[in-house]
């Protein structure tokens, strides 16, 4: 059974930082690119950053580039998404995601596998 299990979303304010995890299970880690995708009440699901793993490249939307990392722990199949500096706009339920094109594609209709999402809220 495929598995994407997000942690670590919860409320902050405004400047400060979360980590959230995603911990794969179910599917040949390697073989998949792993991103994060948020939605925001009203708004559509956006991509915000992937890390392909064949090579660890990483990419980011322009709203959170230089604020968010994006990481992996091979040995754990996690992936991890370190946000600093973070704004109320960044306001939203964050979903990991799995496919193999992910970091190609971005786009949220063709990603084959989904976490259950985590709250993220910043307060101002």
């Known amino acids: 059974e495929v598995q994407l299990v997000e942690s670590g979303g919860g409320l902050v304010q405004a400047g400060g930082s979360l980590r959230l995890s995603c911990a794969a299970s179910?599917?040949?880690?390697?073989?998949?690119?792993i991103g994060w995708f948020r939605q925001a009440p009203g708004k559509e699901r956006e991509g915000v950053s992937c890390i392909r793993r064949r090579d660890n490249n990483t990419n980011y939307a322009r709203s959170v580039k230089g604020r968010f990392t994006i990481s992996s722990d091979n040995a754990k199949n996690t992936v991890y998404l370190q946000m600093n500096s973070l704004k109320p706009e960044d306001t939203a339920v964050y979903y990991c995601a799995a496919d193999p094109s992910l970091c190609r594609t971005v786009v949220a209709a063709l990603v084959e596998y989904w976490g259950q999402g985590t709250q993220v809220t910043v307060s101002s």
């Open positions: 179910g599917f040949t880690f390697d073989d998949y690119d």
